[in-house]
């Protein structure tokens, strides 16, 4: 067989090659989409979060905590995106890493931490004075355990 017969082959298979790799995160589908680490339905555009491995692996989840449990098995380097909801913003979602987090008894999340994330520090503080908690940037943020309190097993 010449090549010229196989340089149309050899071409969509570079396509789709590179279309199969793409590292940016997949639009979550409330409703329909499950949470890699609890299995729940994600449902909740406020405090929903998810990652992309650096091999365009999909990761969802239902819950910012679910997310942190997560990540405590996983090597963060690995990962090419972190995304978490604004909870300002529904449906928003903002770097995980950059954001701001607040944990109050105020604002109920999907499985019972009451983890909340926003833009910024200034919207965290606005959320505190309305419903109290405390203030979290993502370093400290991720060596807190979170004990998964709806349990669905």
Do not use: R
């Amino acid at each position: 067989m010449s090549f010229k017969l196989l340089q149309p082959f050899i071409g969509i298979v570079i396509i789709l090659l590179t279309i199969s790799c793409k590292v940016e995160p997949e639009a979550i589908e409330y409703g329909k989409d499950q949470c890699s680490f609890c299995v729940m339905n994600i449902v909740d555009k406020t405090h929903a979060a998810q990652y992309v491995t650096k091999k365009g692996k999909q990761f969802k989840f239902d819950a910012i905590e679910c997310l942190v449990n997560d990540l405590n098995e996983k090597n963060e380097q690995d990962l090419a995106v972190i995304l978490v909801a604004d909870y300002g913003n529904p449906g928003n979602m903002i770097d995980a890493k950059t954001a701001t987090y607040l944990i109050s008894t105020g604002i109920k999340s999907p499985m019972g931490a009451n983890l909340s994330a926003v833009v910024t520090l200034e919207k965290a503080l606005e959320l505190q004075q309305q419903y109290l908690g405390d203030i979290y940037a993502w370093e400290p943020l991720k060596k807190n355990t979170f004990p998964i309190i709806n349990e669905i097993y």
